[in-house]
């Protein structure tokens, strides 16, 4: 029997980050591939596949819930530039990091009773073991 990844920890340079439940999405960076087809006339086509080298950065994206402590740490992610290491585990035993990262949202806080700040990094491909 498998079960999902789910109650995931997020530690950001070390420190524990605190993050809304189920909203931790991860994209490894290793690439994207297109796939086009060039013409020779009539019926006759081929595939021309292309590694598109833009598409492999890692990126880690989640919620926090809008505390003050919460908005001061996002502040600090964004401030701190692409000197962040994020790591990530789940209950589960799946792990991984992304170094160089990066926060490329603004903070932005929303002020209501379940208010979220939404964290946005990009950086080294994620290195999942």
């Known amino acids: 029997m498998s079960f999902t990844q789910s109650k995931p920890t997020v530690i950001v ?4 980050f605190p ?7 991860i994209t490894l960076g290793l690439g994207e591939f297109k796939v086009l087809v060039e013409s020779f006339g009539g019926n006759q086509v081929a595939e ?6 833009e598409s ?3 990126k880690i994206m989640f919620k926090m819930y809008n505390t003050n402590e919460n908005l ?9 530039g ?13 792990g ?14 929303q002020f209501s009773p379940d208010g ?10 994620v290195d999942i073991g």
């Open 72 to 80: 001061k740490a996002a502040a600090d992610l964004k401030l701190n």
């Open 116 to 125: 979220e700040i939404d964290i946005e990094l990009e950086g080294s491909q």
């Open 96 to 109: 991984g990091s992304m170094s160089n990262a990066i926060m490329i949202n603004d903070v932005k806080a």
């Open 56 to 58: 492999q950065k890692g």
């Open 13 to 16: 340079n070390g420190q524990p």
């Open 19 to 25: 993050i809304k439940p189920n909203s931790l999405e």
């Open 48 to 53: 021309v596949i292309s590694e598109d080298l």
């Open 82 to 94: 692409a000197n962040n290491t994020v790591q990530f585990t789940t209950s589960e035993g799946l």
